[in-house]
């Protein structure tokens, strides 16, 4: 198991950043900002770790944030059109969808329940019984998934175990991320 390491502690945390390969713009939900260390982006793929503004400046704050926030995203997707939040809860609901999902890759470890939006993105809460791999996080998490930009992204929030919600649920901190997401992008030229 490791230990949460957020970047070194920076007065400039940005709760905004456009990345340099694909173009996409990340937006960090309310309260959160991006955590410029954690950014990794070739041409097939990236990742974006955001948490809580002051966690990332090296400050103490009565009420930290009570989840860590990611964006994984694809290589596009020539045919990505057709990746439909309906489509990827089809895929979700089969054994393999739901290895897909589990910290460990088996099935059996996970429950799920899933919801789509009007703006077609997926949300899937799982509980996962495998061993949690870092520290301090939960055995559960929210997952959305949507396509921008011919790209699957996938942001997820992860509770910290032992701090109690403030603010946004896991659930609307996901669906404010992809929903921003989307609307930043909505014009990119690809």
């Known amino acids: ?4 390491s957020l970047g070194r502690p920076s007065a400039a945390v940005p709760s905004t950043i456009r990345l ?3 173009g996409l713009t990340f937006s960090a939900p309310d309260g959160f900002c991006i955590d410029l260390d954690s950014v990794k982006e070739t041409a097939d793929s990236g990742f ?3 948490a809580g503004c002051n966690a990332l400046r090296g400050r103490s704050t009565s009420q930290p944030k009570s ?3 990611t964006a994984v995203f694809s290589s596009p997707m020539p045919d990505g059109q057709g990746l439909t939040a309906q489509a990827l809860a089809a895929y979700f609901n089969t054994e393999q969808g739901r290895a897909a999902l589990s ?3 088996v099935s059996e470890t996970v429950e799920i329940s899933m919801a789509t939006s009007e703006d077609d993105i997926l949300v899937i809460h799982t509980k996962d019984s ?3 791999t870092v520290r301090g996080l939960a055995a559960e998490d929210w997952r959305a998934f949507a396509m921008v930009q011919n790209r699957l992204v996938t942001l997820t929030a992860v509770p910290f175990s032992g701090i109690s919600a403030a603010g946004l649920s896991p659930n609307d901190l996901v669906l404010q991320a ?3 997401l989307l609307q930043e992008n909505a014009n990119l030229d690809v």
């Open 48 to 50: 974006v770790m955001m």
């Open 178 to 180: 992809m929903r921003k």
């Open 130 to 132: 495998s061993p949690v």
């Open 1 to 4: 198991m490791s230990d949460l």
């Open 67 to 69: 989840s860590m926030v």
């Open 20 to 22: 340099s390969t694909s």
């Open 103 to 105: 910290r460990g890759g």
